[in-house]
């Protein structure tokens, strides 16, 4: 009996394929070439990095020199400027002051436009609200001569020379841009500019030159850095000097004056990339940050073009920032890389350079080029021994397997192939034969189950339907709820004064003097037979007429009263009417304008809420330009001016009775649009509920509601103009103020 054959392991193709390539190409090649590459690369790399030391200490000597001049002009200005300060604290700065600066409409004080000119001498910008002390004016005009008189000399190098003081003031010499002063937008907000806070206490302990990122001047679109030096005196920052440098010509030479096939590239400590040959500067405004912090808003970086080329870039900037003191040269070896940096003296700037070892290598490799060209002919041999293998043992049946995949793509799956080979193109064969039966018992699975799904999609659209509907009839609830909870609210403020008004009308009654006439009439029954003597002889007789006299001014005046108090309760109903009104209009079409005098509606504002006002001890100031009537709904604007004295009211709780005071004033800042200010002296409102305070349903009282103001902000923005707030904060008070567009009835008739 015979033994059972076992059978063989399949043989394997890539393996046959890999071993007729290799041992060939590994014997001719490979260490022929590599004993004379080795030698060569050893000597040249010692050579380029030596090369590469000596040209970044030079490069960084020559580029310094601009860095080290600026700081040696500020500490010269910091001695001059501490004198003049000193020599101007015993003189009058009145005269000269006046002589050279003026105020303008805008509030700001700058250089006397007449007699002025920016190429000689400095300009000066002061921002509103500064207050102009006498020490203030002797500090401005010191800095005045010391800029005036070293400016031209260093414009020879620099842009420009200036000093912020810690106010706000600015003096600048700028020759390129005489006018500076003159142009300076009004709000300019210096003491906000980087050039400025990096000199302060805070950002500088140690009191020394900082250095701004670098940041494209838009008017010439050219690169500048700022250096900045503060100055203190007497233990407090006095101000701080300041030089623009151009780097335009800095980033050239960094770019283009480099070794041959390096590189270079200049970048500060925190990451701020100041020049680089692959940086596309189109359209920045600021510079690149290696770390991907966000730019300041509104500011745009430069780009690199790949998400590699940055990655490659923040392990460069990373391998230089944790290098060991007197480590000149460094090695990158995930990029193949050598690196040689050296410091920028002055704003601490790295200057590097950058070579690939592809350049060190390449000589090397040229030495062995003639023993690779052996190689490359071995090598061309074996490729036409492959060609010939691979076409016999690969090339074909795949074609064959290619032809059977259009088959099976075009839905005829009876394919028929060789699965008697022993290799893995016949386990393959094997296994796209079995593919092939499961992609046939799947396609009739799923045309089963599609024939399935439109009715389920049929089915789930009539239910999205009926979610559909009960969301909309959620949210007109919703709305009518809203616009209930408004109508509550402000019929409350207005009920308030209604139940005052009714009050107040009662107790007037209660104290008429009526019983008086009544004992009167009774004193004149008494005495009926001699009345003609008791009114002429008796005293209590001759008392009687004037009495009746003082007795009737009396109840005329307190009719009068009563009769006023039961017209208020009469306009506060109307006005309640006219409140459930709007907010019917505001659920279907806008109310119609009428013609409306704003002062008017201001008084009636104050008058609602006048007995509130008069129980809260608050005391009431009214600054009420007279305006023509302007069209307008009247009772929006009421419901607005009740609400916000209301609020008002209230915030004043916590304040001593004798320090509340309402402030209300009305006038036109503009020719198109007037102005209605609501200001108490309260509780004021901190910086973060400022942008909450109109949001619905936000309020700060434990008994409000959050819709008055909320309300308010709506009709204010139906009126066509809106409705802010203001506060510098708690226990500060707050000013509401309502802006409507304005147009006097008699303009609007004529157009």
Request: avoid cysteine; charged fraction near 25%; glycine fraction near 6%.
């Amino acid at each position: 009996m015979s033994a059972p054959m076992t059978p063989r392991p399949p043989a394997s193709l890539a393996r046959s394929t890999l071993i007729q390539m290799g041992v060939r190409i590994g014997i001719l090649i490979a260490l022929t070439t590599l004993v004379s590459y080795l030698h060569m690369f050893r000597t040249l790399r010692e050579e380029a990095l030596q090369q590469l030391t000596r040209h970044v200490a030079e490069r960084s000597q020559r580029e310094q020199a601009i860095f080290l001049l600026a700081r040696d002009n500020h500490a010269l200005l910091q001695k001059a400027l501490e004198a003049r300060i000193r020599a101007w604290s015993q003189k009058d700065p009145e005269p000269l002051f006046d002589s050279l600066f003026t105020r303008w409409p805008d509030g700001t004080v700058r250089s006397r436009a007449e007699g002025f000119d920016g190429t000689t001498v400095a300009g000066v910008f002061v921002p509103p609200g500064v207050k102009l002390d006498t020490g203030l004016r002797r500090r401005i005009l010191a800095a005045y001569e010391v800029i005036s008189q070293y400016g031209p000399a260093f414009a020879a190098r620099f842009t420009d020379t200036y000093v912020t003081l810690v106010e706000g003031p600015v003096i600048t010499y700028w020759p390129t841009k005489p006018g500076w002063a003159l142009e300076l937008p009004t709000d300019d907000p210096t003491l906000e500019y980087e050039y400025f806070t990096i000199t302060t206490p805070a950002k500088n302990p140690r009191r020394h030159t900082a250095w701004s990122g670098s940041y494209l001047y838009s008017p010439t679109q050219s690169w500048l850095v700022t250096a900045n030096t503060p100055l203190d005196m007497d233990g407090r920052h006095v101000g701080s000097f300041s030089h623009d440098i151009y780097l335009d010509e800095l980033m050239v030479r960094s770019i283009n004056d480099h070794l041959p096939g390096a590189y270079n590239l200049l970048v500060r400590d925190d990451g701020q990339l100041i020049a680089h040959p692959a940086l596309d500067m189109r359209g920045a405004t600021v510079g690149y940050d290696i770390l991907g912090s966000a730019p300041p808003p509104g500011e745009s970086p430069p780009r690199l073009a790949s998400e590699e080329e940055r990655a490659h870039l923040r392990s460069l900037f990373e391998k230089v920032r944790s290098r060991q003191p007197g480590e000149d040269i460094l090695e990158l070896p995930e990029y193949g890389e050598y690196i040689a940096v050296a410091r920028l003296q002055g704003p601490d700037w790295n200057f590097v350079t950058v070579l690939p070892k592809s350049v060190v290598t390449a000589s090397a490799l040229s030495a062995a080029r003639y023993v690779l060209l052996f190689g490359l002919a071995s090598l061309l041999l074996e490729l036409v021994i492959m060609y010939w293998v691979l076409r016999k043992q690969i090339s074909q049946p795949l074609l064959v397997f290619t032809q059977a995949t259009h088959r099976v793509a075009s839905g005829d799956f009876q394919v028929t192939l060789d699965t008697s080979r022993e290799d893995e193109l016949g386990q393959l064969a094997g296994a796209f034969r079995t593919m092939a039966d499961k992609v046939q018992q799947r396609e009739e699975q799923l045309r089963q189950a599609n024939e399935g799904l439109e009715q389920r999609v049929e089915e789930r659209t009539r239910e999205l339907k009926t979610v559909h509907g009960q969301l909309v009839q959620t949210a007109r609830q919703a709305g009518m709820a809203e616009i209930a909870t408004n109508v509550l609210h402000n019929v409350g403020n207005v009920l308030n004064s209604v139940y005052t008004s009714s009050q107040l009308a009662r107790s007037r009654v209660g104290e008429l003097r009526v019983d008086h006439v009544s004992k009167v009439a009774t004193l004149l029954e008494e005495r009926q037979a001699d009345l003609s003597h008791f009114l002429t002889q008796d005293e209590r007789g001759r008392n009687l007429l004037p009495f009746l006299n003082k007795l009737g001014q009396n109840l005329l005046k307190e009719r009068e009263e009563i009769v006023t108090l039961l017209e208020d309760v009469g306009r506060y109903t109307e006005h309640i009417g006219d409140i459930v009104k709007v907010q019917q209009n505001h659920a279907r079409t806008p109310r119609m304008s009428e013609p409306v005098q704003l002062s008017s509606l201001v008084d009636d504002a104050l008058r609602i809420n006048a007995a509130a006002l008069t129980r809260h001890q608050v005391k009431e100031v009214r600054q009420l330009s007279f305006l023509p009537p302007m069209m307008t709904d009247k009772h929006k604007v009421l419901m607005i001016l009740v609400n916000l004295i209301s609020n008002a009211k209230y915030a004043m709780d916590g304040k001593p009775a004798e320090q509340r005071l309402l402030s209300v004033k009305l006038d036109l800042p503009v020719p198109d649009r007037v102005r209605i200010e609501v200001q108490d002296n309260g509780m004021g409102i901190s910086q973060e509920l400022l942008t909450r305070i109109f949001q619905y349903g936000f309020t700060t009282r434990k008994e409000g509601h959050g819709f008055g103001l909320h309300s308010s902000a709506v009709a204010a923005q139906e009126l066509g103009g809106s409705l802010t707030v203001h506060s510098d904060g708690p226990g500060r008070g707050a000013t509401f103020t309502l802006e409507l567009p304005y147009q006097p009835i008699q303009e609007a008739s004529s157009s």
